[in-house]
């Protein structure tokens, strides 16, 4: 989607992971109509941390935990009683983790204080400390200011580009080309148009094909210039608050 006259025209799309050979990471410019990508790019901190300098960031990854687990974890630390009633689905799911989930799309987000996701929240912690370190202040969480949680799985979904519930698009090996053909279908469509005018650099289609890293730090980025047109959902009056410490994940706008 074409961003305002006022948005910023350069995006950054990153598809954490715990380590940087496996970190998709992918850049996108807006110029002559169309958002232009470039990647895929190192993984690591140093990089990520250099190309934000003035750009909005979308990271796939859970930008912070569950306020029942923190003061949870936070009293059993101290030596204080684990907090009774609490329910464990408080615990396990932070408040966009649910409403992702109450929108019906056919994904569930991870949990980031009970699944392996959280050993990626932790890194994902690390970079919004550089990126605070840069702008001389603490940043929400929530995409205020300028770096944006994603799901893509969630934002296939509501493009259409995931038809049915349970497609697999990530993996693939040998002798299981499901994946690998959904990918393809799934870049086709994206240089086709479907989610807004935008060219692929050189090699980044056939890199997105093979990776579904690179797949999704380029819908991460996607994401990230549908939120700059104010396409994308944002927390709720009731949630604020809470999406400023846990996260909040953007889920684009179904289109009409």
Excluded: N, Q
């Amino acid at each position: 989607m074409a961003p305002g006259t006022s948005a910023p025209r350069r995006v950054l799309g990153v598809d954490l992971a715990t380590e940087p050979a496996r970190t998709g990471f992918v850049e996108a410019t807006w110029r002559t109509g169309a958002w232009c990508f470039v990647g895929p790019y190192p993984g690591d901190d140093e990089s990520i941390l250099e190309r934000a300098v003035g750009a909005v960031v979308g990271l796939d990854a859970p930008l912070g935990w569950p306020d029942a687990f923190v003061e949870a974890v936070g009293a059993h630390h101290a030596h204080h009683p684990w907090p009774t009633g609490v329910d464990p689905v408080d615990l396990r799911y932070r408040a966009t983790d649910r409403f992702v989930v109450d929108l019906d799309l056919g994904v569930r987000p991870l949990s980031v204080s009970s699944d392996l996701i959280g050993a990626v929240a932790w890194r994902a912690a690390g970079l919004m400390e550089g990126l605070a370190r840069a702008g001389g202040r603490p940043l929400a969480r929530d995409g205020s200011d300028r770096v944006y949680e994603v799901y893509p799985a969630a934002a296939l979904r509501v493009w259409g580009l995931l038809a049915r519930r349970g497609e697999r698009y990530k993996g693939g090996r040998v002798g299981d080309p499901g994946p690998r053909a959904l990918r393809e279908r799934i870049v086709r469509a994206l240089a086709g148009g479907a989610v807004g005018p935008l060219e692929l650099g050189a090699g980044l289609e056939g890199a997105a094909v093979d990776s579904d890293h690179v797949l999704d730090a380029i819908l991460a980025a996607l994401v990230v210039t549908e939120a700059l047109a104010g396409a994308t959902i944002p927390p709720p009056s009731a949630l604020a608050e809470r999406a400023s410490r846990e996260g909040w994940i953007h889920v684009p706008v179904a289109r009409r």
